[in-house]
């Protein structure tokens, strides 16, 4: 369930490249569709199992700033600069750059625990680190290998996914993870809809393009987030999240192979060093900060 998951968001971000690039579809209209429809669907599963939380999770103040902040801050944010990042290069580099958040988790928890990072935890960052210059810079420090927007948005992403993994740890341990999510879900959704409302749709519309949002909103959302939770339930959170390193593996193959993506060695050398920092911080999870914490993916 959790490889599927992680394959299933990679192959999301993919169909997004192609409406993108090749459908001319808005990436501001694409964002507020994908939440409002994965939000209602979470919702209305989460209200047809009387999950905990429902409405009460707006009866005290904090759980209700709390939520609104998750997602504005959170989901809102993360949803939008992955989008950004894979329209200004490709759901490869983008899926890749956002997997930067784990070794941002490990320096915020060590510094917010005044507890100098492991060994395994340095090691991890120092490789976050140089896969992503290899990306930026295919070895070259005077220049990027990408535009700067793809680069910005697409360290955007990683600081908004530590953001989403994070922030809604008290609200985790309260309610059910359906509730919190599609609230959120919804939340962005809506509040995104005064910057794009979504029945100004802009593209160009066959069977094709229907078809990939179709997958993007029902697949590469709420069937890819339902198995994943149910994959924590099982394996936990560790184990989980070390299978999700699938999605940016898949997301690279599917735009290489389907969509003609030029990936070059510095490019799947920097992906390796990236998706090892998921490994070191995942496996070891009793003795590395992240390991205390549940990394909610895509």
């Known amino acids: ?6 394959i299933l968001w990679g192959v999301s971000g993919t169909c997004a490249q192609f409406l993108f690039q090749h459908r001319g579809v808005n990436t501001e209209w694409l964002v507020t569709i994908r939440l409002l429809v994965s939000g209602t669907i979470l919702l209305s599963l989460a209200a047809s199992k009387r999950a905990a939380g429902f409405r009460a999770i707006w009866r005290t103040p ?11 801050l959170g989901i809102l944010a993360v949803q939008y600069t992955y989008f950004a990042a894979i329209n200004n290069s490709n759901a490869a580099t983008a899926t890749i750059l956002q997997y930067l958040g ?10 917010r625990n005044r507890k100098p990072p492991t060994a395994i935890e340095t090691i991890a960052i120092a490789s976050a680190m140089l896969g992503t210059a290899l990306i930026a810079t295919h070895g070259d420090t005077h220049k990027l290998s990408m535009s700067r927007p793809a680069f910005l948005w697409g360290i955007a992403s990683a600081f908004a996914l530590a953001f989403y993994a994070l922030q809604p740890v008290a609200l985790l341990k309260k309610w059910s993870a359906s509730v919190v999510i599609g609230w959120g879900m919804f939340i962005g959704g809506v509040a995104f809809s005064f910057v794009h409302p979504p029945w ?7 069977m094709v393009a229907l078809a990939m949002l179709a997958f993007i909103i029902l697949f590469g959302s709420f069937a890819a987030f339902y198995l994943f939770l149910t994959s924590v339930k099982i394996l936990g959170s560790a184990e989980s999240t070390l299978l999700a390193c699938a999605e940016p593996l898949s997301a690279a193959i599917l735009a290489v192979v389907w969509l003609h993506v030029s990936f070059s060695l510095c490019d799947w050398l920097g992906a390796a060093l990236i998706l090892t920092t998921i490994l070191l911080l995942s496996l070891p999870a009793k003795n590395t900060a992240i390991g205390d914490e549940p990394l909610l993916v895509e």
Request: proline share 3%; glycine share 6%.
């Open 62 to 72: 904090a759980d209700s700033l709390g939520m609104l902040a998750f997602a504005i």
């Open 200 to 206: 100004q749709t802009a593209g160009h519309w066959d």
């Open 1 to 6: 369930m959790a490889l599927t998951a992680a």
């Open 102 to 111: 784990p070794a941002l988790i490990a320096c915020y928890l060590a510094i």
